[in-house]
């Protein structure tokens, strides 16, 4: 009998993705795709990584803050609200970048980019009565 294929999660993803350079990690469940945002605390200053899936907008990457449909918005989406200046590791490749927020039809067409990498966004939105920031980060 075949053992189900087993993924990374939270802080596991992040150690292994950053040992191997992303050759595990970047690609993840259902062929969704996986960068590490590293943001400063928003009280302690402190860096945080978090594996998040992505979607490419020309030369952008697009985030989801869904926290699964959480009332609340997730505590590194709350750093980079603060601190927009981040660290990201898409694959090998580690480099600065900045974070806003998506408004508008913006949010929108973005919104629906990152609902072909991950179709489940649109089920998580079903579950909370926030509106799910989608963040646009840009090399800097």
Known sequence: MTQPQTFPFGQEHVR????????????????????LLTTAGR???????????????????VIVASQGGAPTDPGW?????????VELQVGPEVFRARATTARGDERERLW?????????YDEYATRTDREIPVVVLERV
């Open 16 to 35: 292994i993705y950053r040992e191997t350079g992303g050759e595990t990690g970047h690609i993840w469940k259902e062929g969704s795709t996986v960068l």
């Open 43 to 61: 009280k302690t200053g402190k860096p945080g990584t978090t594996p998040l899936i992505y979607a490419v907008d020309g030369d952008r990457y």
């Open 77 to 85: 989406y709350r750093n980079l609200v603060k601190t927009p200046e």
């Open 112 to 120: 629906r980019k990152a609902n072909e990498v991950w179709p489940h």
